[in-house]
Each structure stands twice: as structure tokens, then as C-alpha cells.
């Protein structure tokens, strides 16, 4: 039987990257998929792509208002939600010195609020034995250049697995965050780094992993599967890391 056999899963930035490479093994082992984009044809193309178990729709994980359509329409067609992959996330590289009140906002709003606003208007449709994973990544520990905002929002992302593990204590509702490394996904072209910049970029990425190489989209897909599984029933408030092909409880 599959892994995810008759659950409802919403995984938001489904539409492309970590996001629609999790949607599709979701359907894979299962699940009916629920993905959110804020780009309507790319989120068409994707639900083109996944087949009739998926469907989209459109919001921003920024707007809480957006969420409350996405979930109002699970609420009517499904009654319940099983999953959350809170996935959606935006990445705007610069140096301190250079910031800017646009872009740090933007960062904010959707890495940090649009994970608070994606799970809380969840919950209401949880129940018990669900699952809620966050996306975070490494760069939450790392000290790079230019990376400083998303860095920090995605270590409240990290935190939020902790604290949000002790909120939801009697509730069976297991919360955990995976942290990828550099995986080469259509969200890196949307950073402001130019093609030179970014190709050194990954060449080094994957000159510092054990395996020498990036992961792979896939490779993150399949360990939040895991997590949205009844296998992983005795893992919560933990993080795993997704690093050149290895998965590190």
C-alpha cells in the first residue's frame, strides 16, 4: 500500500522546485495534493504535470486571506488535512549595507509570516496522527555574504519546529523542519545573482558536501514523504538535513 494512501496533503510553492518534486511523490505514494503558486499558469503546468490527484490554487502565503480561500475549498472538498509542507519561500541576496526596506519586508512576509499564517489556519482542519513540515535550510547556521535575511528568517523557521512541537503537546500533530543544502532549483535564478556568480556559486556548494556534488530536488522530495508518513510517527520537534545526497537526523 502506498505511503500516504487516501491523505490530504497542501504543499505551498508547489509549483515549481522542492515544492512540485514533493507534490509529485506525494502523488506517487498516495496522496491527494492540494499546491499553491502565486504564478497561475505555472501553477496550471504543474497541476498539468501531477495529474487529476492534485489541485491548484492560486494564492500568496503572505496574504492570510489567500490561505483562508485555499483552506476554506480543502474544508469543502476534503473536510480535513492530513500534511502540511510549508515550503513556499523567497530568497533576495545582498550585502549589509545595501538592504532594502522592499526587499528584507518581502523576505519576512512570506519566509517567516507566510509559514505562521500556512500552519495556524491549518490546524482547525488537523487531526490527530497529522503532519506539518517546515522547509528551512542550512544557511540558518551558516555565515555567508549576502545571505543574512533569509538566513534569519529560516532559523525562525528551525525554531518554529521546536516551539510549535511543545504548542501542539496532546494534540498528536507531529511538527518537523528539514534543512536542505544548495539545491539547484528555478527559485536561484530569482535572487538577483548573475550566471557567473551563481554557477561559482554551486561549484562551491558542492566542492564542501561529503559527496562532492548538490542535492537534488528529489532527494529533499523523498524525506519529507517520509515525514508526512505514518513511518515517521515516533519523529517530531526534530531536523533532518539534506546535504549532497545525505539525509542526517
Known amino acids: 500500500m502506498p505511503k500516504l494512501d487516501g491523505k490530504i496533503a497542501v504543499v505551498t510553492g508547489g509549483n515549481s522546485g522542492i515544492g512540485l518534486a514533493t507534490a509529485k511523490v506525494f502523488v506517487k505514494e498516495g496522496a491527494r495534493v492540494y499546491i499553491t503558486g502565486r504564478r497561475q499558469a505555472e501553477l496550471e503546468t504543474a497541476a498539468t504535470l501531477l495529474g487529476p490527484d492534485a489541485t491548484p490554487i492560486q494564492g500568496d502565503v503572505s496574504r492570510p486571506a489567500d490561505l483562508d480561500r485555499l483552506y476554506d475549498q480543502i474544508r469543502s472538498e476534503a473536510g480535513r488535512v492530513?500534511?502540511?509542507?510549508?515550503?513556499?519561500?523567497?530568497?533576495?541576496?545582498?550585502?549589509?549595507?545595501?538592504?532594502?526596506?522592499?526587499?528584507?519586508d518581502n523576505q519576512l512576509n512570506v519566509n517567516v509570516k507566510g509559514v505562521i499564517w500556512?500552519?495556524?489556519?491549518?490546524?482547525?482542519?488537523m487531526r490527530s496522527g497529522g503532519s506539518i513540515i517546515l522547509n528551512a535550510s542550512i544557511v540558518a547556521t551558516m555565515g555567508w555574504a549576502n545571505w543574512s535575511v533569509y538566513s534569519a528568517t529560516k532559523a525562525a523557521v528551525r525554531n518554529f519546529a521546536r516551539t510549535w512541537s511543545s504548542d501542539l503537546r496532546g494534540r498528536n500533530i507531529r511538527v518537523n523542519a528539514i534543512s536542505p543544502g544548495v539545491i539547484p532549483t528555478p527559485g536561484h535564478e530569482k535572487t538577483g545573482v548573475g550566471r557567473e556568480a551563481l554557477d561559482r556559486?554551486?561549484?562551491?556548494?558542492?566542492?564542501?558536501?561529503?559527496?562532492?556534488?548538490?542535492?537534488?530536488?528529489?532527494?529533499?522530495?523523498?524525506?519529507?514523504?517520509?515525514?508526512?508518513?505514518?513511518?515517521?510517527?515516533?519523529?517530531?520537534?526534530?531536523?533532518?538535513f539534506v546535504d549532497g545526497g545525505i539525509a542526517q537526523i
Open 201 to 240: 556559486f554551486m561549484e562551491h556548494a558542492a566542492s564542501i558536501t561529503p559527496l562532492a556534488r548538490t542535492g537534488t530536488e528529489e532527494e529533499v522530495a523523498k524525506v519529507v514523504a517520509f515525514l508526512a508518513s505514518d513511518d515517521s510517527s515516533f519523529i517530531t520537534a526534530s531536523e533532518i
Open 82 to 104: 492530513d500534511v502540511v509542507f510549508a515550503n513556499a519561500g523567497v530568497a533576495i541576496l545582498a550585502p549589509l549595507g545595501s538592504l532594502t526596506e522592499e526587499d528584507v
Open 118 to 125: 500556512t500552519v495556524q489556519k491549518a490546524l482547525p482542519l
